[in-house]
């Protein structure tokens, strides 16, 4: 079943602005997790938040965690054309074996 | 390996053909995932291996699909009798340890079937 939950479901920018995308989730979590994938195959590991973290930085990403809202957020600053993919938010549940995913974001930046 | 590998690539089948798709994770990676994504959906948790065990089958669409891990390395997702809404992307993935990690995925088998 599908934990996560982000939104919007699409989202079109210009190149250099920012983008934002949010997911939602219904459990206690370990961490979360956000991927991209491009072109519909291999998803690339962007970050890991862990449940006492508020907020993580890598690059041009910046990801926050509410464990009270049980939201998170992906900022990706400074966009550019190949930022365009789907990008998917996932959850480690307390006591799981298994990330639980959403349905993805699709982001397209345009130049 | 330098990461995860998955063949073939692509796969068109006539319905009613078994097919294999084959996985070989990252060296040393203990937890093995097959996913499977339909076009512009999410991802589908099929199944699951820890070592050459797997702990949760129940992922698993139907009874014409099976999975095996060998030596705790490589893995082969069968589908028997394939049907047509069998059509979709397999991802697989591997992690370190079994939970609480990052997974690293392979590029994908786009299985098609007419």
């Known amino acids: 079943s599908q934990q996560g939950e982000e939104d919007p479901q699409a989202l079109s920018i210009q190149e250099g602005e920012n983008a934002t995308m949010n997911c939602s989730y219904k459990?206690?979590?370990?961490?979360l997790q956000w991927y991209r994938q491009n072109s519909g195959r291999g998803l690339v590991h962007l970050i890991l938040?862990?449940?006492n973290e508020r907020e993580k930085h890598s690059g041009r990403l910046r990801v926050t965690l509410d464990t009270s809202k049980k939201s998170s957020s992906l900022l990706i600053t400074a966009s550019r054309a190949a930022d365009t993919a789907s990008y998917f938010c996932?959850?480690?549940?307390?006591?799981?074996?298994?990330?639980?995913w959403g349905a993805g974001t699709k982001l397209i930046i345009k130049p | 390996g330098a990461g995860v590998s998955q063949s073939p690539s692509n796969k068109v089948t006539e319905k009613g053909k078994d097919v294999e798709l084959r996985c070989d994770p990252i060296?040393?990676?203990?937890?093995l995932y097959w996913y499977r994504q339909s076009l512009g959906q999410g991802l589908e948790f099929l199944i699951y291996f820890q070592g050459n065990s797997a702990p949760d089958k129940s992922g698993l669409p139907s009874d014409r699909f099976s999975a095996e891990r060998t030596g705790g390395s490589v893995s082969t997702l069968t589908i028997q009798r394939t049907q047509q809404e069998d059509s979709a992307v397999y991802l697989c993935a591997s992690s370190f340890r079994a939970a609480n990690e990052k997974l690293f995925f392979g590029s994908g088998t786009q299985l098609s079937v007419l």
């Open positions: 060296s040393g990676h203990t937890a």
């Open positions: 938040i862990r449940s």
């Open positions: 996932a959850t480690w549940e307390d006591s799981n074996y298994q990330l639980i």
């Open positions: 459990t206690s979590i370990n961490n």
